[in-house]
């Protein structure tokens, strides 16, 4: 189905799948708990939390004993991984000495709490000599972040001239002219202070920052390229940050818990009708090519990663991304990482301890005693609430045997983490882990990245590539879908980093009912009634009234049989339009192969909306140019995939088609502007 090119994947029915490795060490433990209860699963199933821990607990040798893992933190190691990486280096083999560099940053001690420590130097070497290796393979976005880092951490002042020539080679290779100069000044400005001895040495290396600086001369104006973040996701009719429904769609209840969504406004295509976001997502652990590329806490493509607070193996998009993490679940979760990852723990497994590790330990109590009941949460527990909600119908002997054995191993790992730091608070973090196992085996979806090429040729007919980067939970996918099911789906549903976003691609009536997913039953029925019939509308306006007719048709004109109507149809005329809008469509999927994605999307849109001026659906051929028009709105979100990776000079994506677009200077606002700002200096 169009609209579903991106699914959530076939999610099989083994209730292990995403939850341990096969031949795991967490496969033989399970088998072997399994095997020691016998009898006494039943008893185990049936039984309460505390009932629960007591039986797992008498099993003597169960494999639940588990130990915290320490910080990797290791002067002599981190010196160890900068040699190697310096050795690569020298070699040109960039990539390699990035991967060097990143390990000694994850070993070398550092006084985050005070930056400026002497003690620092060694770590801020590293991120300068990293930074060496990102402008080699042409990273410059990402270059740039790790010479700031340097500076940070008190990155000697006799290599400044160094580091600062560096960052304006980078500035310069991603447009930002403003900032090149003022980097190429400094490093200029601090070539008398640094470690280059001779008094001519130091003159020649002047002479080659100079020269670099000559490129300011050429051009007229100076400016700092803009750059673009993300897709747009903003909700039709709504604020930049707003999430959930867009407010042009309703649930209709009917209080029985039935109901359906409803558009309260008109509707037009590519209008975001909904914007959810999980409460908890996992990097994917289980294969892909995620590893080690995306942030496990924002899910975000890493260019620059940064280590782990804890001195836990883990790396993260940036600062910002390993402090938000270190402020909540990472804390309990950095020690035992390890321990998840030796036992072969997939994706549904990490996904139902973070439910828990979200969860500050003193609202534990409070979120135990609600789940189960009507009770409205505080604010802040609303999403988490919401999820432990989630319902987990038709659960197997065998999934409740398994989420009583995976929880209390993951209780066991909490225990020694110091989430659960009294004996008495056990059981309601068991009685969660319990619960979460069962709402993630139910409630995962995959969080796809669109694989989109370059060359659009033969893209109608291929098949859209996807990769899976995370997965995640969203309390609200579950009543979106109970409501929001319907033949064929009037949306895209894509990705903006973790957040699932559901686009329009139909214009949908005030008052009508949206499909925000395809129902696959209703849709196998809709599709058993084939139809040779052309259903031509009456050519008055104000008319409802139609005409099915036979493609061959030899009726020329009709005459509309109500009296209040009476209008006379040129159908030959209509037919003559039809041919033309085929003509129409082809030349569109020409413009797709040329690459032009957005000329063919509009040729497309045209097409749909003529043809649904002169015909009633379903139309076959009408289909197949909306298939198009889909396809070229999944590839506008796939190319903004691919240039943020294949563009990454820039970091973030570059309007590469316009990039000189130079503002008028405005005298009262030239010192607020920053960096993504484009700004021009009069010579
Ligand atoms: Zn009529």
Redesign the pocket.
């Known amino acids: 189905m169009p609209g579903e090119l991106l699914t959530n994947g076939n999610m099989s029915t083994d209730p292990t799948e995403l939850v341990f490795k096969k031949d795991s060490e967490f496969a033989k433990l399970y088998s072997a708990a399994k095997k020691k209860l016998g009898t006494s699963v039943k008893k185990l199933v049936q039984g309460s939390a505390a009932e629960k821990i007591k039986i797992l607990g008498a099993l003597s040798d169960g494999g639940f004993d588990v130990k915290a893992h320490g910080s990797i933190k290791d002067e002599a190691k981190a010196l160890e991984f900068k040699e190697m990486g310096n050795q690569k280096f020298r070699e040109n083999n960039y990539g390699e000495a990035f991967k060097f560099y990143t390990q000694a940053l994850q070993h070398c001690p550092v006084n985050l709490d005070n930056p400026g420590d002497p003690a620092n130097k060694q770590y801020s070497i590293i991120w300068g000599n990293r930074s060496a290796a990102l402008d080699g393979v042409g990273l410059y976005s990402a270059c740039i972040h790790d010479i700031e880092m340097a500076l940070k951490f008190g990155y000697p002042r006799e290599f400044w001239y160094k580091l600062y020539k560096r960052k304006g080679h980078a500035h310069i290779k991603m447009k930002q002219y403003l900032l090149a100069r003022e980097a190429l000044e400094t490093s200029l400005k601090n070539v008398g202070r640094s470690d280059i001895k001779k008094e001519k040495d130091r003159d020649n290396y002047r002479m080659r920052v100079r020269k670099q600086m000559t490129i300011f001369n050429v051009a007229k104006t100076l400016y700092n390229l803009e750059v673009y973040e993300k897709f747009d996701s903003v909700l039709a009719d709504g604020q930049p940050e707003d999430r959930g429904l867009s407010s042009k769609l309703k649930y209709e209840e009917d209080g029985k818990d039935h109901g359906q969504i409803v558009a309260d406004k008109e509707i037009y295509q590519e209008e975001n009708l909904a914007a959810i976001d999980p409460y908890v997502a996992v990097v994917n652990v289980s294969g892909g090519r995620a590893g080690g590329k995306i942030c496990p806490y924002s899910l975000e493509k890493m260019f620059s990663p940064v280590p782990c607070r804890f001195g836990s193996e883990e790396i993260f998009e940036n600062e910002k991304a390993r402090d938000e993490a270190a402020e909540s679940y990472h804390k309990y979760e950095w020690s035992i990482l390890k321990n998840l990852t030796t036992q072969g723990l997939q994706e549904k497994a990490r996904l139902a301890l973070r439910m828990v590790t979200l969860i500050d330990p003193k609202d534990v109590p409070a979120v135990a005693k609600i789940i189960n009941s009507q009770e409205v949460p505080e604010d802040r527990l609303k999403m988490a609430v919401e999820t432990f909600r989630l319902p987990v119908d038709n659960i197997s002997e065998e999934e409740e045997l398994l989420a009583s054995v995976l929880g209390y191993y993951l209780l066991k790992n909490l225990c020694i983490s110091g989430y659960v730091t009294s004996p008495a608070g056990q059981t309601d973090v068991y009685q969660l882990l319990i619960r979460a196992v069962l709402v993630a085996m139910r409630h995962t979806s995959g969080i796809q990245l669109i694989n989109m090429p370059a060359d659009k040729k033969g893209i109608l007919e291929a098949e859209i590539q996807t990769d899976f980067c995370g997965y995640g939970i969203y309390p609200q996918l579950f009543k979106l879908k109970k409501y929001g099911s319907g033949e064929n789906s009037h949306v895209i549903q894509w990705f903006s980093t973790k957040k699932m976003v559901f686009t329009s691609y139909r214009k949908i009536e005030k008052d009508s009912p949206v499909f925000l997913f395809t129902d696959d039953k209703k849709l196998s029925e809709a599709k058993a009634k084939p139809s040779d019939l052309i259903t031509f509308r009456?050519g008055?306006d104000l008319?409802q009234?139609s005409f099915p007719l036979k493609e061959n048709t030899k009726e020329k004109v009709i005459t509309?049989p109500?009296d209040e109507?009476g209008?006379k149809t040129n159908i030959w005329d209509r037919l003559r339009q039809i041919q033309k809008l085929k003509k129409d469509f082809v030349s569109g999927k020409e413009q797709l192969d040329k690459g032009d994605v957005s000329l063919a999307k509009d040729i497309f849109k045209d097409v749909i909306e003529e043809w649904d001026r002169m015909i009633l659906r379903p139309y076959r051929e009408l289909m197949s140019v909306e298939d198009a028009y889909v396809k070229t709105l999944i590839c506008e979100r796939g190319d903004r995939e691919r240039l943020l990776v294949e563009g990454n000079q820039m970091g973030k994506i570059a309007n590469t088609k316009k990039p000189v677009n130079v503002m008028e200077p405005n005298p009262e606002e030239t010192e607020e502007k920053t960096i993504s700002k484009m700004i021009e200096i009069k010579k």
Do not use: E, G, T
């Open positions: 009456c008055n008319c009234n509309c109500l109507c209008l």
